[in-house]
């Protein structure tokens, strides 16, 4: 699903014009990336927790000649999924094409 058809999805199932839809979801996902990206949590009951995690610096290999590389400590974006997200998933059944 792509962007524009969640906002269309949006829009039906709020009962809401799609401009007000894309209004409210580009708000929440500026408000969490922000929210994130100082360090703090965000937390949707249900559905899922954004927060940030430190990855420590590392070695790794160039793919093609297998020299040693060293990789940089950064923080990135970590979602984890909550318990209801996780059994809507897990309890449905996908359909072979």
């Not at 969640?6 to 409210?24: H, R, Y």
């Not at 899922?48 to 923080?75: D, E, N, V």
Request: without cysteine; positive net charge; hydrophobic residues 45%.
């Amino acid at each position: 699903m792509y962007k524009s058809e969640l906002i269309e999805q949006i829009a039906v199932q709020a009962e809401i014009s799609k401009t007000i839809a894309a209004k409210a979801l580009n708000a929440m996902i500026d408000s969490v990336v922000a929210t994130v990206a100082k360090g703090d949590t965000v937390v949707l009951p249900g559905f899922g927790t954004f927060k940030s995690t430190k990855r420590a610096a590392r070695t790794g290999r160039h793919p093609q000649t297998g020299a040693p590389l060293k990789i940089a400590a950064s923080t990135v974006p970590k979602f984890a999924a909550g318990t209801l997200f996780k059994k809507a998933v897990a309890t449905t059944k996908k359909k072979k094409k």
